[in-house]
């Protein structure tokens, strides 16, 4: 007969269907309270209880004993249960003297509890499963009436459409849950599964029977030591987080976006390892480039698509004289640069080689362009610059690659002036044509403007030339110089020469 019993506690739809209703967490529920509070009063007994029945235990969803002479406890053993007689027989099992019932007359919850008079009223469900029972008891014989029967028969009764409303409810929610393409996992007060979706399952690798009921860090014990802080903080003030963590059970890391509630705690999972492994690929490979581009011999700068720097190799640092931390962060055309022709005039911005690349997609090579810094120095580069291709052929950004080649110009430039010189001396008798021809041709080789002035015959200044290397200001000199002519009576440097 017991082993019956046992057969049918353990049928698997029979478990399959209080692991759908939710009801095995363990925690007592204020809805089946006024329940158990209107049984006990209905037959004036002292104890009455809302549980259901396990394979292994009762658990108790309510529990009314005004006196305490039932305990604390949430959840009781089989062995110590009245209750799994009336689940196994699926009809009210009547007990008015325990100690001459031919069934439970040996069990242990007449002999350690003191149970002698029993009334437990099946939980049957519309599929036929026998969930739990309603059931209040005594700790004296006594006789049950047909009313008290009765009346609690419909107690029973408005618990299970309590129940039938919980699972229609679940279904629902179920149906919509195992269509999302993430993985979703309830959680109980207590960090106990009370449902997972497909895709959970699939992802933890744990079928929902095996883990529903079970506290989450009893089936993944090294998750981090009992969870992620960020979980216990949603929790503990009741706020929505997202974080990722990896757990070394299912060798994977999960994004997790956690929404808690009184009751417990929602989690959606989502598996991004293949995401982490390829960020760490990447990382690899940017470390590999970095240390490449390193050892190149020419300065190297990486440009976003904002126009801002985001690398710069150490050549880059001496040439540019200023350091990588520095640099990056800036833009291409930082007004502490300033960019000049080969010949020193002004650069305009949309002639620069990384402006030209970002407006017309293609590269630029060998472009000589200078650079004049904060201090004065000017150096002249030849200038590399090639667009990186992005998602659907848009420019995400540009590489630049630059030499010096400052000392290589300005030797060009002095073997051109020698020449261009030697030629303006020749080709004129006049001296006047001469030195004017040499003001223009040392500037801007030698200066930003030359100004030349002869002693004639009559002992005074006599202005031969004045030329600016930027045209722009050609004319600004030109009038300075006719607003304050240099006085022959005056210690200017040129009289003194």
């Not at 046992?6 to 209703?21: E, M, S």
């Not at 809302?50 to 969803?61: I, R, T, Y």
């Not at 200044?461 to 009038?479: F, G, I, M, W």
Request: glycine residues 8%.
């Amino acid at each position: 007969m017991l082993l019956d019993f046992a057969a049918t506690l353990a049928d698997p739809g029979r478990l399959a269907a209080l692991q759908g209703v939710g009801l095995l967490d363990g925690i007592v529920e204020e809805t089946f309270d006024r329940l158990t509070r209107l049984a006990a009063r209905l037959t004036g007994a002292p104890v009455s209880l809302l549980s259901v029945v396990g394979a292994h235990d009762q658990l108790f969803k309510s529990v009314y004993a005004p006196s305490g002479n039932y305990g604390a406890n949430v959840a009781a053993p089989l062995e110590d249960s009245l209750c799994r007689y009336a689940v196994a027989l699926g009809e009210p099992l009547i007990v008015e003297d325990a100690r001459t019932h031919r069934v439970v007359g040996a069990d242990a919850a007449v002999s350690r509890r003191g149970v002698q008079a029993y009334l437990g009223i099946p939980l049957i469900m519309s599929d036929g499963n026998v969930l739990g029972t309603l059931c209040v008891l005594d700790f004296q014989p006594r006789a049950w009436t047909p009313e008290q029967i009765e009346g609690a028969s419909d107690l029973a009764a408005v618990a299970v459409a309590e129940i039938e409303g919980r699972r229609s409810a679940q279904r629902e929610g179920a149906q919509i849950l195992e269509s999302i393409t993430d993985a979703f996992v309830a959680l109980n007060s207590g960090w106990s599964f009370t449902y997972l979706n497909g895709r959970a399952a699939q992802l933890l690798g744990r079928r929902p029977e095996e883990v529903i009921g079970r506290c989450m860090w009893d089936v993944f014990p090294t998750a981090n030591g009992g969870g992620h802080p960020e979980l216990h903080r949603a929790v503990a003030e009741q706020t929505a987080v997202v974080y990722e963590q990896f757990y070394s059970e299912l060798d994977t890391w999960f994004r997790v976006h956690a929404y808690p509630s009184p009751e417990g705690v929602s989690l959606f999972l989502q598996d991004i390892t293949e995401d982490k492994q390829a960020a760490l690929e990447l990382e690899q490979t940017r470390e590999r480039l970095t240390r490449t581009l390193e050892t190149v011999a020419d300065g190297l700068l990486i440009i976003g698509a904002d126009q801002r720097i985001t690398f710069a190799n150490p050549v880059a640092e001496r040439i540019l004289g200023v350091a990588a931390s520095r640099i990056v962060g800036r833009k291409h055309d930082d007004a502490r640069w300033k960019y000049l022709t080969p010949a020193g005039l002004p650069l305009a911005p949309d002639q620069l080689p990384v402006a030209r690349v970002l407006a017309t997609g293609d590269p630029v090579y060998g472009s000589a362009t200078g650079i004049e810094f904060p201090d004065g120095e000017r150096v002249v580069l030849r200038v590399n610059a090639a667009p990186l291709v992005g998602d659907h052929g848009s420019i995400a950004g540009v590489v630049v690659s630059f030499s010096d080649i400052t000392q290589r110009i300005r030797a060009e430039q002095r073997r051109r002036l020698l020449a261009e010189t030697g030629d303006a001396i020749t080709g004129s008798l006049d001296y006047h044509a001469i030195l004017a021809a040499v003001a223009r041709l040392t500037v801007p080789v030698l200066a930003d403007y030359c100004v030349v002035d002869v002693v004639n015959d009559r002992g005074s200044t006599e202005r031969v030339e004045l030329v600016h290397a930027d045209p722009d200001k050609q004319q600004l000199l030109q009038e300075i110089d006719h607003r304050y002519p240099v006085d022959p009576d005056g210690s200017h440097p040129m009289l003194r020469a």
